[in-house]
């Protein structure tokens, strides 16, 4: 008697689960908050080059996409419980992610690099792990699992927001910020004064659209169409729309370009 | 069967009752959650959730000697005679209480202690988390004092009592009980809040927990010890308060 509201319940959880998946809406998960990236707009809508890869991602499965924003911490949980179906968030696909969900083929090459305070005396990564240099990372980054795993006499300072990690490192309270290149450029370009950027890459990461383990046929149609767009030229006319100014700095500098 | 020992037999039984209903809709719903539990992974981190949980204890006990104190001392400024004292106590409790308390801490960390060249983060999280609270013991203080009737102030200058004799025989200790329930509360969300200071750095139970999660990927499993954590360190302080509002009650 008491039990007909729970099978009620259940029922709709079965009906919900069985539900034909053709016109759905694809739900892409990622954190707008990592220009040029992924960053909002004045009227607050989602933009960035992930974005526009996922829109392109959407029209060439015919599918209708929803851009969802969540902390970065929150995108593997997501995917996982089914609140989101991909991540496109700028995610380095690391053997430690690739354990709980799925990567497609990498469609982006950067590194480490580091933000140094402009009167630290660091020059690089092996003078950092000493005692007394302090670190800032960015919790759940991939410069924040390094630093865990690689760096032991130094202090390491973890925290929620790449501002508050970079302002540490422009008040002097760490010697530097370890994060991708291409952030490390731009931080830099808003802290000329405060800061340097050590731009040589320590670590080589690639970035990959993140799936559950089980969804096999969309890994295969999300390679596909990668393939597809990179032939295309998708990606070059990306980094000409959002990452001009980046792209003459890395040339500039002899470095490669992340596409 | 005698009245009491009957009384507390029934009393017993729907405790436990209220407590089964309560786990029965919390076994439901993560009945209901198509979720694979991992505890192994957690329990590596174990000596990192007691640290970041040591770290909550000691912040928290700092910080609510420096908010007692803070509250008391901004109650009796609204109070004083000195005008000047009074809106300044004013001012300060509007402002942080109208505030977030992360905006709060990101400012006094990174541009009031900047400036005044405090670097230790641990000093300044206590200090903005003692202010901040500070504010809300203040008013709930007030409120306290102010429930004391007219008629008892006037009788006690009457039998030739001087301010500070009305304050400690006649005002504070019926304040105290009014204020204890507050103040409990009051403690509990200090004790919550100080896992705002992860912000800055602070390596706390919050950001302990937060971090074996992005090392595990196992949210549930690294917040559900946090819950606990919590509710082991709030427990005792609303137990503990109730026990002091016995003790300070009487009839009136």
Excluded at chain 1, 97 to 122: C, H, N, Q, V
Excluded at chain 1, 178 to 207: C, G, H
Excluded at chain 1, 229 to 250: D, I, P, Y
Excluded at chain 2, 139 to 165: H, M, N, P, W, Y
């Amino acid at each position: 008697m008491c039990l007909r509201p729970f099978i009620f319940a259940l029922l709709i959880v079965l009906a919900a689960g069985c539900a034909p998946r053709g016109k759905e809406t694809l739900v892409v998960g990622m954190e707008l908050a990592y220009p040029p990236f992924e960053m909002t707009d004045e009227s607050g809508s989602p933009e960035g080059v992930s974005v526009d890869l996922a829109r392109a991602l959407g029209e060439s499965l015919h599918r209708p996409v929803t851009i969802q924003n969540s902390a970065f911490d929150g995108l593997i949980p997501s995917l996982k419980t089914g609140k989101i179906d991909l991540i496109i968030s700028s995610m380095t696909a690391t053997p430690e992610r690739a354990e709980s969900i799925a990567f497609s083929d990498p469609y982006l090459t950067t590194g480490l690099a580091l933000l140094a305070g402009a009167k630290s005396e660091i020059h690089g990564i092996a003078d950092l792990d000493r005692e007394g240099r302090t670190v800032a990372v960015k919790k759940g980054t991939t410069g924040h699992i390094f630093a865990t795993q690689n760096l032991h006499a130094a202090r390491i300072l973890l925290l929620d927001k790449e501002g508050a990690c970079v302002l540490e490192v422009a008040q002097g309270k760490a010697d530097a910020f370890i994060y991708d290149q291409m952030s490390v450029l731009k931080n830099w370009e808003q802290n000329r004064q405060t800061t340097r950027p050590l731009l040589e890459a320590f670590r080589k990461e690639q970035w990959a659209i993140g799936l559950r383990k089980q969804d096999d046929a969309l890994l295969v149609k999300v390679n596909t169409f990668l393939k597809e767009f990179r032939t295309t030229g998708g990606f070059e006319r990306l980094g000409n729309r959002w990452l001009r100014g980046q792209k003459a700095a890395f040339i500039e500098r002899g470095i490669p370009f992340v596409f | 069967m005698n009245p009491t020992a009957q009384s507390i037999a029934v009393r017993a039984l729907h405790f436990v009752v209220a407590l089964a209903l309560l786990a029965a809709v919390f076994a439901f719903a993560f009945h209901q959650l198509a979720y694979e539990w991992h505890w192994a992974p957690i329990f590596k981190y174990r000596d990192k959730f007691l640290h970041g949980w040591l770290v909550t204890i000691a912040l928290s006990i700092a910080s609510l000697a420096g908010s007692t104190a803070i509250g008391l001392a901004l109650a009796l400024s609204r109070r004083s005679r000195v005008l000047a004292l009074g809106y300044a106590a004013k001012i300060t409790v509007e402002l942080i209480r109208g505030t977030p308390l992360l905006v709060q801490i990101l400012i006094f960390f990174y541009v009031i202690a900047e400036a005044f060249r405090v670097t230790d983060r641990y000093v300044v999280g206590v200090t903005t988390l003692s202010i901040f609270s500070g504010a809300y013991i203040s008013e709930i203080i007030r409120a306290g004092i102010e429930s004391v009737g007219k008629s008892q102030l006037d009788a006690a200058r009457a039998v030739g009592f001087t301010r500070a004799q009305t304050y400690r025989h006649v005002i504070l200790p019926q304040a105290l009980r009014q204020a204890l329930p507050p103040l409990a509360g009051q403690f509990a969300s200090l004790v919550k809040d100080s896992s705002l200071l992860s912000v800055i750095a602070i390596s706390e139970f919050t950001l302990n927990a937060q971090e074996v999660n992005s090392y595990t990927y196992l949210p549930l499993e690294s917040y559900l010890p946090l819950a606990l954590g919590y509710l082991a360190l709030t427990l005792p302080i609303s137990l503990g308060t109730r026990w002091l509002e016995s003790r300070t009650s009487y009839e009136t």
